[in-house]
């Protein structure tokens, strides 16, 4: 069975550029989940999809946004990139709403200059 | 709301030696509790998991005990191996399917010489 696969897995973008993510869940997995880990502030969670549906949102300004398409594939948004928002990005997929396993890609590399 | 605190890294043992990584957790509800680990260049692999008090996880030698009481969730192994030098993550999830959301902990790096 394929694992969560993420593309690109490296980016370099400057600052004010938009950059768009995406992410293929488990084949049968409905729900993704994205989280941005940096140095400084560590594993942090962005959003949460299910059915095509946000039901869960961290922290982060409006310029990071998300969606999911109807073959549970998701895709996150950066707008108006800063130097911060250098990170490393990963997708988790689960089963569903009953929280269980949520199983890791390998991540984006973004690097802003 | 929801916190994680791991013990102050890295950790550097040798081989076969003892490991206790502690992690102790602030949540309003019922959490469950998870260890994830993260290899050089790749992303979390979820390394055990509890859902209730008392309950123990176990995987590859590892063991963590969900202590209600203490609010915590050590991870242990007997005998490190290098292969097992890595970033180790605490982190706990609500329960009841409304949050699935993860809250992890700052994270520990594990270097385990020859």
């Known amino acids: 069975k394929a694992g969560v696969t993420q593309t690109p897995r490296y980016l370099i973008k400057t600052r004010g550029q938009q950059v768009t993510l995406s992410c293929s869940p488990i084949s049968g997995h409905r729900s993704v989940s994205w989280y941005q880990q940096t140095p400084g502030q560590g594993l942090q969670f962005l959003f949460e999809y299910f059915s095509e549906t946000q039901r869960n949102k961290g922290n982060f300004p409006g310029r990071f946004s998300g969606r999911q398409f109807s073959n549970s594939r998701s895709e996150m948004n950066v707008s108006t990139l800063e130097l911060g928002d250098s990170a490393l990005y990963l997708c988790?997929?689960?089963?569903?709403?009953?929280?269980?396993?949520?199983?890791f890609g390998p991540g984006t590399r973004l690097t802003v200059l | 709301g929801d916190s994680v605190t791991q013990m102050e890294g890295p950790v550097t043992l040798s081989e076969e030696a003892f490991l206790t990584i502690n992690c102790t957790y602030t949540a309003t509800g019922y959490p469950s509790l998870f260890w994830y680990v993260q290899y050089p260049g790749e992303g979390l692999q979820l390394l055990l998991k509890a859902t209730k008090a008392d309950d123990k996880g176990s995987n590859k030698g590892f063991e963590a005990t969900y202590r209600k009481e203490t609010t915590s969730f050590h991870l242990e192994k007997g005998s490190v191996q290098v292969s097992d030098s890595a970033v180790y993550f605490c982190?706990?999830?609500?329960?009841?399917?409304?949050?699935?959301?993860?809250?992890f902990g700052k994270g520990i790096t594990l270097s385990v010489r020859p």
């Open positions: 988790a997929s689960s089963t569903g709403p009953e929280y269980n396993e949520q199983f």
């Open positions: 982190a706990l999830s609500d329960r009841g399917g409304a949050n699935s959301k993860l809250t």
